[in-house]
C-alpha cells in the first residue's frame, strides 16, 4: 500500500515573483486564486520585494533564480506598471521550467539564456477569471493561467505562438585590447555588488578597479581583510564587489550602472 | 492506482495574518504548533507585516484578501494588544471560510459582509496547548484551535455561540444631494490611497477631490500621465488615488483617514 | 481507498533560517536545491532577516523556535560570513530534530539545551552538489545535505561524529546574595526587551531595574498603563521589559547587552 502511494507523482510547483511586498493582501489574492484552481500546488515565493515596478531588478531576480527551480516549475511574476494598457502578456517555455508575465522585459533575461525557448502570447479567455479587472492582472490573468498549466493545460492552448517579445536596454560589456568594462547590475542586502561581468572571464592576475578604487581579487568573502574592497568570483556567475562581512555598496555609495573595469 | 490517489483530498489550507512581522521566531513557532496537530496543513501566508497592534488595518487587509482564499480556507488572525486580558477569542464561519481571532475588531470587517456566519466563544480548552502563557494566545490557543478545525473538528466544539463582536468605529460614507465624502481606508506600499467608496459608485462625469486636488477619472493606473493624480476603480473593490508609476501617498504626504469627495 | 491513502506519512518538513533577506533570489535557490532533492518536502520559513552576519542574533532565533517545530523537522541554518573559510560544517540531532549549519556559533544555543544530542561534521561529498562553489555553501552544500536527511539519510553518513563546537561568547547571569544581573538578549519588533534571565527566577516581590529605571512586574503586556515601563515572564520563557501597546526598545534607547537587574 504504501508503495502505491508513494507512486503519486510530486505536487506541481509554482513560483511567483512580484513587486506586491508582503505588507498588503496583493499576494494572498494571487496564492488564493492559483489554490482555488490547483489545489494541490506547493507554492515557493523567489520574492515579493522587487521594488515597486522596477522591472530590471525583477528580471535579475528572475534569471539569477531560474536556473536553480526544479524542472516543470511554473513560475508566476507580476512587475507590471502597464497594467491594463495595450501590453501583452506571455507564457514560455524556457529550459524545462515555464514563465508567464507582462511583455515588459521582465521575462527577458531568462529568455535571452534559455538555448530551448517557446513563446505564446496569452490571449484565450477560457484560462481567466471570469471578470478580469484593469488593475491587477496578476490575480485576474496570469495567476489563474499559471494555475492551469500547473494542472497540465499546454502552452498552445493559451494562444498563438510569437517570436518576438520585449527586451532590456542593458549596457553591454566594452572591450579593448587590454581592459573589459563592465558595469552594476544589482545590488543584493549584503551590500555586494553584483556585476555584469561573467565570472569566468575573471584572470588570476587580473587588475579589478571600480570607482577609481582598487579591488583585490580573492576566491572568497571572508578572505578579505577588514573594511577592504574585494572582487569575488559569485555565486550568481558574475563577479562581485563586496567587503568582509560589511557592505560595498554603502561603503562605496554604489548604485546600479556605475562601471567596473578589468585590466 | 494513480485513480485511487487522486481521489485523495486536497491538504487543509491554513492561512495566516498576524502583526508578528518576519524577523523573530514568533511566525515560526505558530506554523510549528500547527502542524505538530495537523501535520498535512499547507501554510499561507495573509501577512505577518501589519504595523504592531494596528488593528484597523489588519482588518482591512483581512477583509480584502479573504474572498480570494478558497472555501475552506481556516483563518488564524492574531493582532492582539489585549493579549491576556479579559477579551475573548472567537472562531467564526463566514462565507465558506473559518477565521479565528481575537474579538478586538480584527475579524469584524469580514463578518460584516459576510452573507452566512455563524460566531462561537473559544473556551473549550480540550482544543488550547495544555500549558498557556499570558503573552502568546496566537501560539498557545488560536494556532491549536485552527489546527484542530483544520482537521474537522466542528465549531460547537469550541464553545457557545454568540451573536455579539466588537466592531471597529469607522466612519460611513457621507452624502449630500450633490457629494459623496468617503475617506482613505488603507494606503498600500506602492502609495496608492484606498478609499472607503465602493467602486461601483464611481459614476463617469464624477468629479474627484482629494485633499484639494483633482483627480482624473481613468481606468487604469497606466492611464495616468506622469506625476498626475488619477482615480481609479481599483481591484479591492474601492476607488483608489494613484499616481502612474508612482506613490500617491508620498506625493500627498497622504494619512489614513483624509477626506475624499465625489461630486 | 480514503484509509489506504491517509495512511501515507505526512511530508517531511525543512525548516530555513537565514540571513540572506527576501528580496534577492538566495532563498530561492536554497529552496529550489531542496526540492530538485527532495520534491514532496514542506518548507517553513523560521526567518531569512537574520541581520546580515548576525550569528549571535540567529542563534537566539534558533533556540527560540526550535521546541515549537514538530519532531523530525530538519532545519537548514545558514548565517555563515565565514564560507569558504577553514570553517566546517555541522549537522547535529538535538532533541528530535535535526540541524545543518555552519560550526560558527549558530546552532550553539540549540545545541547546548538538548538533553539528547549528535554532532557530526559534513564532509561527505555525495550529499554535496557537485560543483561547490566558496561563496554559497547554503546552496551547494547545507541545502543538499538536509534535503538528503528529509529523505532519510542518517547522520552517520555525513561524516565523522565530533563532541567539540564552536559557541558564543554569551554573559552568564551574575548572582550576589541580594540580586541578579542579566542582560539583554535579543530586542523583537514589538521593540520589547527579551532578557537573559529565565521566566521562573522571576519571584512576586522582585525589584526590577532596567538602565536605572523601575519596572513594574505584572503578568500581561495589556496590564501595563500607558507609558509604563514592564517586566513580563515572556512566551520564550524569559523576563522581557516591554510597553504596552509600545516600543521599550525606543523608549529606553535599548541595546543587546544592557543590564538588568532583579532585587
Redesign the interface.
Known amino acids: 500500500?504504501?508503495t502505491?502511494?508513494?507512486?503519486?507523482p510530486?505536487?506541481p510547483?509554482v513560483?511567483l515573483l512580484t513587486d506586491?511586498?508582503?505588507?498588503?493582501?496583493?499576494?494572498?489574492?494571487l496564492?488564493?486564486?492559483i489554490?482555488?484552481i490547483c489545489?494541490?500546488a506547493?507554492?515557493?515565493?523567489?520574492?515579493?520585494?522587487?521594488p515597486?515596478?522596477d522591472i530590471v531588478g525583477g528580471a535579475f531576480?528572475?534569471a539569477?533564480?531560474a536556473p536553480?527551480?526544479?524542472l516543470g516549475?511554473v513560475c508566476v511574476c507580476v512587475v507590471d506598471?502597464?497594467?491594463?494598457?495595450a501590453r501583452r502578456i506571455l507564457a514560455a517555455h524556457a529550459d524545462g521550467r515555464t514563465f508567464i508575465g507582462p511583455d515588459n522585459g521582465l521575462l527577458s533575461l531568462v529568455l535571452a539564456r534559455a538555448t530551448q525557448r517557446r513563446i505564446v502570447h496569452v490571449t484565450n479567455r477560457a484560462y481567466w477569471l471570469p471578470q478580469v479587472?484593469?488593475?491587477?492582472h496578476g490575480?485576474?490573468i496570469m495567476g489563474p493561467v499559471a494555475a492551469h498549466v500547473a494542472r497540465g493545460v499546454p502552452l498552445s492552448r493559451l494562444g498563438p505562438t510569437i517570436s518576438r517579445y520585449t527586451a532590456l536596454p542593458l549596457p553591454p560589456l566594452k572591450r579593448t585590447s587590454t581592459t573589459v568594462t563592465a558595469s552594476v547590475g544589482?545590488i543584493?542586502?549584503?551590500?555586494n555588488l553584483i556585476t555584469t561581468l561573467p565570472a569566468e572571464q575573471l584572470v588570476p592576475g587580473a587588475r579589478v578597479t571600480y570607482k577609481g578604487r582598487r579591488c583585490r581579487v580573492v576566491?572568497?568573502?571572508?578572505?578579505g581583510k577588514a573594511g577592504e574592497l574585494i572582487a569575488?568570483?559569485?555565486?550568481?556567475g558574475y563577479i562581485?564587489v563586496a567587503v568582509?562581512?560589511g557592505?560595498a555598496a554603502t561603503r562605496c555609495r554604489a548604485r546600479v550602472g556605475d562601471r567596473l573595469v578589468m585590466a
Chains 1, 2, 3 share one sequence.
Open positions: 500500500v504504501t502505491l502511494v508513494k507512486t503519486s510530486p505536487p510547483l513560483a506586491f511586498g508582503t505588507r498588503d493582501w496583493y499576494v494572498a489574492c496564492k488564493g486564486v489554490l482555488r489545489p494541490r506547493h507554492l515557493l515565493d523567489i520574492t515579493h520585494d522587487v515597486p515596478y531576480t528572475l539569477a533564480a536553480w527551480l526544479p516549475t506598471p502597464g497594467v491594463g494598457t479587472s484593469r488593475t491587477f490575480r485576474d544589482y543584493d542586502r549584503f551590500g576566491s572568497a568573502y571572508g578572505a569575488v568570483a559569485g555565486s550568481t562581485e568582509r562581512n557592505s
